[in-house]
């Protein structure tokens, strides 16, 4: 790859983790029959009626979790890369991320993380992925079925992923990731401009 087409700028991002943890909501083979035929419309109609199905208890705790990490944006041919490291906030001090894309389908994002926990996630609307995780303890394979991508981010400086983890066959958690990326000198800028001292943010605990 010729260097002069590789542009790499030093960014701040801001993090906004959406989880909402969900019991363990059984969907069975009715669940993969659906998935396997590409019918994404009936998966989703038969979330809605386990919803309905078990209005009381269903979602068992619900967190949003703020931070600002600096990381790099590294544009490189067609293929995008955004890096960052994980704040103690986060519970994964030390791990690195790194997501990536390619421009010609942008609608496909791939996240991997290194150190004590690591993953491999694929995000692609409507789909539904077998990614790898890895923890201290052990490796396993959890679901990934994505409901939106919202790739903006070298247009507008923002990705949007919303997506369900499933583990064995039940809806684990659902998740709303929201990264908006700022090149740092202006976000400086913008941090004395309003008075912010601080590079992290807090855990919302009013949820």
Not at 170 to 189: F, G, I, M, P, Y
């Amino acid at each position: 790859m010729d260097s002069e087409s590789k542009r790499v700028r030093n960014v701040a991002i801001r993090i906004v983790s959406e989880r909402t943890e969900q019991e363990n909501a059984m969907l069975g083979t009715m669940m993969d029959e659906s998935l396997e035929s590409g019918n994404v419309i009936d998966y989703l109609d038969m979330l809605e009626e386990e919803r309905a199905a078990e209005p009381d208890g269903e979602i068992t705790e619900r967190e949003r979790l703020e931070t600002i990490s600096a990381g790099l944006l590294e544009e490189s041919g067609t293929t995008v890369c955004l890096r960052y490291d994980e704040t103690e906030l986060t519970g994964m001090e030390g791990s690195s991320v790194m997501i990536a894309f390619d421009t010609r389908t942008p609608g496909l994002v791939s996240m991997l993380r290194t150190g004590a926990v690591r993953t491999a996630l694929t995000f692609e609307a409507g789909r539904r992925h077998l990614c790898a995780y890895d923890t201290p303890y052990a490796g396993f394979s959890i679901g990934v079925f994505t409901l939106r991508v919202d790739n903006c981010l070298l247009s507008e400086g923002k990705l949007i992923l919303e997506y369900m983890i499933e583990v064995r066959g039940a809806v684990a958690e659902r998740n709303l990731l929201t990264l908006t990326v700022q090149d740092r000198a202006e976000a400086c800028d913008d941090a004395e401009g309003d008075g912010v001292g601080g590079q992290e943010g807090a855990e919302d605990g009013d949820t």
